[in-house]
């Protein structure tokens, strides 16, 4: 099977299930398709291989992968309007956008209001979660 448009997520994260529920909500066109970091099919594409800071969201697309706030700005653009305006923030130098994805990703899990992993059978579908 060929993956494509696939948000790789850290599945015990409270703000990334919120991103993903986001993302979904705003998917008119039906283009992403969610999985988790710790999923069957992220370990089958191998993709942890190489990456340096594989607890970041990853983003899959037409076979590229992006980190960090490169993967944000890619699901941007691919919202459309009017969520794909904010992926002007790729004006800001990459290192920058970088230590602030950084600062929010390691602060991350103290969003987390309960142990464990986020549901996402609770509004997403099972044909757009990939496990």
Known sequence: MKYNNVIFFDSICKLCNFSVKFVYKYDKNELFYFSALDSACFRQLNLDEGLKQ????????????????????????????????LAAGKIIPLVWRNRIYRFVANNRL???????????????PESRIIR
């Open 54 to 85: 594989p607890d970041s969201v990853i983003f899959l697309c037409d076979g590229k992968i992006y980190t960090e706030s490169d993967a944000v700005m890619q699901i941007l653009e691919k919202l459309g309007m009017p969520w794909n305006l």
């Open 110 to 124: 103290r969003f987390r209001q309960n142990p464990g992993n986020c549901n996402l059978s609770n509004g997403i």
